[in-house]
């Protein structure tokens, strides 16, 4: 984790973002979220090798959550196996 004018979150390669870990991820997203007013949070997907549709649910529900607080998330660096999830 990174701060420098928002928040920038990083993933070790070879990370697997999944069912296993997403109500977690989503907490912990929510934490870092919630040090701010108005959250920018910046998530950086190249070490993510698989992110599943339930980890996308929970990134969207986040989303709404940063712009409704006058926020933003940003996603960068996606792997294109990566990406197709976002499809």
């Not at 004018?5 to 109500?23: D, H, K, M, Q, Y």
């Not at 997203?29 to 950086?44: G, Q, S, V, W």
């Not at 529900?61 to 990566?82: H, Q, Y």
Request: proline fraction near 5%; aromatic fraction near 2%.
């Amino acid at each position: 984790v990174e701060e420098c004018g928002g928040v920038a979150v990083r993933f070790a390669p070879g990370t697997v973002l999944s069912g296993a870990n997403s109500e977690r991820l989503a907490a912990e997203l929510a934490a870092l979220a919630a040090r701010e007013p108005r959250p920018h949070l910046r998530i950086d997907l190249a070490g993510v090798n698989l992110l599943t549709s339930l980890v996308l649910a929970k990134l969207i529900a986040l989303n709404s959550e940063l712009r409704a607080a006058g926020g933003r998330l940003t996603i960068a660096n996606a792997e294109p196996v990566v990406r197709e999830v976002f499809k």
